[in-house]
C-alpha cells in the first residue's frame, strides 16, 4: 500500500535526467523532496513503474452512483435506508455518505403520532371548509413560528 502519491511525469524526468548526469539517489531524493527507496524502484525498472495491479475488491457502484447517493442524502434528506430502497441498491449507502465530510448526519427529531382526537378535529377541519371558495383568498398561510 502506497504511503505517497506516486510520482508524476515531470518527476520522473527529472529522475531520469538527473540519473543520467551522474547524481547519487539521495541527492535525487533530497532534490524532489521524495523518499531514497522511491527514487531506486523507479530507476531499476522505470518501464514498468506504475503498472502494478491494485489490490482490493472492486467496488460494486460507479463514480456517477456514488454522486446521486450523496445528491439525495443533502438534497432531499433522505435516510441511507431510504435510499437504498429509492434506487434499488444491493449495497448499504451509509458507507458513501460517511466517506464525504461535508456531509453531517443529524438524527431527526421523533415526531408525536396523531392521535385519534388530533385525526377527527382535522377531518372536522377539512369537512367545514371544503366547500369555501373565495374567503381564501384573505387567509395567510405561514410555517413561520415565533419562538419564546
Known amino acids: 500500500m502506497p504511503c505517497a502519491s506516486s510520482l508524476s511525469d515531470y518527476e520522473q524526468g527529472i529522475i531520469m535526467g538527473m540519473h543520467e548526469n551522474g547524481y ?32 482490493g475488491r472492486k467496488t460494486k457502484i460507479d463514480n456517477r452512483c456514488e454522486r446521486r447517493i450523496r445528491r439525495l442524502a443533502v438534497g432531499d434528506s433522505m435516510s441511507s435506508g431510504e435510499i437504498r430502497a429509492h434506487m434499488a ?5 451509509s458507507r ?5 465530510h461535508f456531509i453531517k448526519h443529524n438524527a431527526m427529531m421523533p415526531k408525536p403520532k396523531l392521535l385519534e382526537r388530533h385525526i377527527k378535529v382535522r377531518l372536522e377541519f377539512a369537512n367545514k371548509y371544503q ?18
Open 89 to 93: 441498491l444491493q449495497i448499504t449507502s
Open 96 to 100: 458513501i455518505i460517511h466517506k464525504n
Open 24 to 55: 547519487k539517489i539521495a541527492e535525487i531524493a533530497t532534490r524532489l523532496n521524495r523518499h531514497r527507496n522511491c527514487v531506486s524502484r523507479f530507476l531499476k525498472n522505470s518501464a514498468e513503474y506504475g503498472t502494478a495491479p491494485r489490490s
Open 131 to 148: 366547500y369555501m371558495t373565495d374567503e381564501w383568498h384573505n387567509v395567510v398561510f405561514s410555517d413561520k413560528k415565533n419562538l419564546i
